[in-house]
Nanobody
Framework: QVHFVESGGGLVQPGGSLTLSCTAP????????MGWYRQAPGKQRDLVAS???????AYGDSVKGRFTISRDNTKNTVTLQMNSLKPEDTAVYYC???????????WGQGTQVTVSL
């Protein structure tokens, strides 16, 4: 059992910004692909952004140009900077750690992001 520490969610107005942070107490953190997923009520959980072990990033189409994912292997942390937030970004955001060659996948407990006036 791995207990991630997620923070940074909350309520923000449209056009605003939030920064999500996830600390994963995995001894081999640098060997994992780290990602953020989100799930809105009644919808499936979708990939928001991911960063590979060598720093390559990928983004969902709806967040390209607005969100930035980064990782700090010295602190076992992955961060999601979210700018120009829209109401449709409202969801529970989950941190994810996946070994690139298969194996156990770990999830955080989720943090709520609400974009509303």
């Amino acid at each position: 059992q791995v207990h991630f520490v997620e923070s940074g969610g909350g309520l923000v107005q449209p056009g605003g910004s939030l920064t999500l942070s996830c600390t994963a107490p995995i001894s081999t953190f640098s060997h994992y692909v780290m990602g953020w997923y989100r799930q809105a009520p009644g919808k499936q959980r979708d990939l928001v952004a991911s960063v590979t072990t060598d720093g390559r990033t990928a983004y969902g189409d709806s967040v390209k140009g607005r969100f930035t994912i980064s990782r700090d292997n010295t602190k076992n942390t992955v961060t999601l900077q979210m700018n120009s937030l829209k109401p449709e970004d409202t969801a529970v955001y989950y941190c994810n750690a996946a070994p690139p060659l298969g194996g156990d996948v770990y999830w955080g407990q989720g943090t709520q992001v609400t974009v509303s006036l």
